[in-house]
Structures are given as C-alpha cells and as structure tokens.
C-alpha cells in the first residue's frame, strides 16, 4: 500500500543540516508534483515545500523559506529536501507526498491521499 519512502532523517543539532530523501515504489515519482510534509510532537501536520510536476517550480512555507530547498534527486523518482539552519522547532517527523495539481502543490497544500511512515528528525544540542 505503501508506495513512497521518506528517508535520510537523523539527530542533529540546532543549526545543523541534513538530506531527506523520497522515493516511489511501483509508479514514477518523476512525473508528479512531490510535497513534503512535517509534524512536530503535538502539533498539526503542515506543508512545508513542494515542487511542482511541469516547470519544476518550488515552493516553501514561510516557517522553511531561505533554509530549505527541494529538488528532483540524482536518481531518478526520488525528490530530495536539504534542510540547513535547522531550529529547535525543526524536531518533527517529516514526511513526503504526491500532489494531484501543480495548483496544490503551489499553495504548499497538505491535502493529499494519505500519508506513510515519515522519517523523524531530531535537533537536539
């Protein structure tokens, strides 16, 4: 049922920086517009950056712009997210997602089909 992956999570310290990874299993992740996604403990899910399936445009929620980029990986069907200047409140389960629109995916919308496992990261001194 699962049919992306979120990896590359980790602990880190405030400040530090890491590469999350999504990757498809049984479609092509490379032609749809890829979210990602994070949850920190006791808050609600919210998008945070997305990019779309055409012109590659990106996005980001405020709470991330300047810090995070998002991009079609090296390899392909995967969608990579290099988080830098990670803060305290950068401690969530990140989790990455299909877009139906680029018209979503331009709004950082969370509305999506359903969600897998998330990859958790810790900042942490």
């Known amino acids: 049922q699962v049919k992306v992956v979120e990896s590359g999570g980790g602990l880190v310290q405030p400040g530090g920086h890491l590469r999350l990874t999504c990757t498809s299993s049984?479609?092509?992740?490379?032609?749809?517009?890829v979210g990602w996604f994070r949850q920190a403990p006791g808050k609600e899910r919210e998008g945070i950056s997305c990019i779309s399936e055409n012109d590659q445009n990106t996005y980001y929620a405020d709470s991330v712009k300047g810090r995070f980029t998002i991009s079609r990986g090296s390899v392909k069907n995967t969608v990579d997210l290099r988080v830098t200047s990670l803060k305290p409140e950068g401690r969530a389960v990140y989790f990455c997602?299909?877009?139906?629109?680029?018209?979503?995916?331009?709004?950082?919308?969370?509305?999506?089909?359903?969600w897998g496992q998330g990859t958790q990261v810790t900042v942490s001194s």
């Open positions: 049984g479609f092509a992740l490379d032609d749809y517009a």
């Open positions: 997602e299909t877009h139906i629109s680029d018209y979503l995916c331009s709004r950082v919308s969370k509305d999506v089909d359903g």
